[in-house]
C-alpha cells in the first residue's frame, strides 16, 4: 500500500474531471486578470486624461485671470491720466465693454475646454 500513489485511488474520469476544472478556473483567473489590468491602464489613462485637463483649464484660467488684472490695472492708469469727466466716461465705456467682451470669449473657451474634457478618452478628441 505505502507504493500506491494517492492518484491510484481516483478514478480516471474524475482524475479528468479534475484537470479539465482546474484547467477551466486558471484560464478564467488569467481572463480575470486581463480584464483587470485592461480596467487599470483605462482608468489610468482617464486618470492622466482628467489630470492633463485640470492642469490646462487651471492654466487657462490663470492666464485669463492675468489679462483680467493687467486691463484692470492699465484702466486704472488711464484713469488717473484723465483730463475731464467725459474721458473718464470714455475710457469706462471702453473698459466695460471690452471686458464683457474678453469675459464672454474666455467663459466660451473654459466652457468648450470643459465639455472636452468632459468626453471619455478616445471620443472625439
Known amino acids: 500500500m505505502a507504493d500506491q500513489s494517492f492518484n491510484d485511488f481516483v478514478p480516471p474520469e474524475m482524475r479528468k474531471f479534475a484537470e479539465q476544472s482546474v484547467q477551466q478556473a486558471k484560464k478564467a483567473f488569467d481572463e480575470l486578470m486581463t480584464a483587470t489590468?485592461?480596467?487599470?491602464?483605462?482608468?489610468?489613462?482617464?486618470?492622466?486624461?482628467?489630470?492633463?485637463?485640470?492642469?490646462?483649464?487651471?492654466?487657462?484660467?490663470?492666464?485669463?485671470?492675468?489679462?483680467?488684472?493687467?486691463a484692470s490695472l492699465?484702466?486704472?492708469?488711464?484713469?488717473?491720466?484723465?483730463?475731464?469727466?467725459?474721458?473718464?466716461?470714455k475710457l469706462h465705456d471702453d473698459y466695460v465693454k471690452a471686458q464683457m467682451q474678453a469675459l464672454a470669449e474666455q467663459a466660451r473657451d473654459i466652457a468648450q475646454h470643459a465639455a472636452k474634457a468632459a468626453k471619455p478618452a478616445g471620443k472625439g478628441s
Open 37 to 70: 489590468q485592461r480596467a487599470v491602464s483605462t482608468f489610468e489613462g482617464h486618470a492622466s486624461s482628467a489630470q492633463t485637463a485640470a492642469i490646462e483649464l487651471q492654466r487657462k484660467v490663470v492666464g485669463y485671470s492675468e489679462r483680467n488684472v493687467a
Open 74 to 89: 492699465e484702466f486704472a492708469q488711464r484713469l488717473l491720466q484723465a483730463k475731464a469727466p467725459d474721458d473718464v466716461m
